[in-house]
């Protein structure tokens, strides 16, 4: 079995050939020890350091020198809109002090799907919509050298 142990530093990464990817969702990029399956059909070990998370654009390095690039799976989240700056980041506050994981674009906010929250922002005057996307929330103030990055 194929195993993944190393990420790339984003020089390696600018310079390696991609022969792969690996497609997961939010929650299972969370985990860095698992059985996973890769773009061609092959399952690989998954075993990096624990601690810090997979983000959508990295990349990894298998034992047999192949490298794969880690996308984020597009999965159903809840899409909250407005116009106004200054109540998107109310919401946006309200969101974090309950610490639910969001992702900030311009003039929206995702997160995974959640009843009550949908019923909160709703009641907060927003536009709640469902949406199949994927989902890379803010890393945290704390995140290891582990900026940002927008997905379409």
Known sequence: MIEIRRRLAPAEAAAA????????????????????????????????????????????????GRVFEVIAQAERLLQVACGDAATLARVAWHLGNRHVPVEIRPGVLRLAPDHVLAAMLSGLGLAVEEIDAPFQPEPGAYAQGNAASTVE
Do not use: F, I, N, W
């Open 17 to 64: 050939t991609v022969a792969g990817a690996l497609c997961l969702s939010y929650e299972r990029r969370q985990r860095t020890r698992q059985r996973v399956c890769l773009s061609s059909g092959e399952h690989a070990l998954l075993m990096l350091p624990r601690g810090q998370p997979l983000r959508a654009g990295e990349h990894l390095l298998a034992g047999d």
